[in-house]
């Protein structure tokens, strides 16, 4: 049977969805260490974001594919910290994420948070342009990122120009000879860096058979 003060958690969050600990020690009328425990028998989540200082319940929140939700650009994972939020999303991703898909994610800039927990050896990291891609630190993940990015990494400004060349004087070139053509001017380029850019571009072209 539910308590009077966990009922009275329940119906506050449910009104208000997040709220500080000073609030609900305030509705309580008893001490923030009191407030602390009823939220631990309730079933809460402190935000990853504003400094962790705003709590929510587990019934209220409804989290997203990647296990985030925000409420007023104040956000929660099911992950809890945010550094395991963001080991977890690296980890899972195909090719790793760049700050800016992180960001875009999480609900915030993390740019200094990224580059702190990469010094603490939290991820692998490869070079892509002025920035980085960051990749899982466990050795089985890091190898078929690795790779899958090496196989569909987006083509250079500098092959993307060249490619655009060749095709506008070679129309019916397949996607392997665009392929050819780029690599002998020493320009990395796979068919499937070669299809996605096409794509990009609303290009329909002859698949390589």
């Not at 305030?26 to 974001?49: F, H, M, N, P, Q």
């Not at 929140?61 to 099911?78: E, K, L, Q, T």
Request: aromatic content about 12%; glycine content about 4%; overall charge positive.
């Amino acid at each position: 049977m539910k308590s009077d003060k966990t009922r009275v958690i329940e119906e506050l969050f449910h009104i208000h969805k997040v709220l500080p600990i000073s609030a609900v020690a305030d509705c309580l009328g008893r001490s923030e260490i009191t407030a602390r425990r009823v939220l631990k028998k309730v079933g809460y989540y402190s935000s990853y974001t504003h400094n962790s200082q705003y709590y929510t319940i587990a019934s209220v929140v409804r989290f997203n594919s990647y296990g985030i939700w925000c409420h007023d650009h104040i956000c929660f994972s099911r992950f809890d910290t945010l550094k395991e939020t963001m080991i977890r999303l690296v980890d899972e991703s195909k090719a790793g994420l760049t700050v800016s898909q992180l960001s875009e994610i999480l609900g915030m800039k993390c740019y200094a948070a990224v580059h702190l927990f990469h010094k603490q050896g939290t991820f692998n990291h490869i070079k892509r342009g002025r920035g980085f891609i960051y990749l899982s630190r466990q050795e089985s993940i890091y190898q078929n990122q690795l790779a899958y990015y090496t196989l569909h990494e987006p083509l250079t400004p500098q092959a993307a120009i060249e490619l655009l060349v060749y095709y506008v004087d070679h129309p019916k070139a397949n996607y392997e000879e665009l392929v050819r053509v780029l690599q002998k001017k020493h320009l990395q380029a796979t068919t499937e860096s070669v299809e996605s850019f096409f794509k990009e571009h609303g290009v329909k072209k002859t698949p390589a058979y």
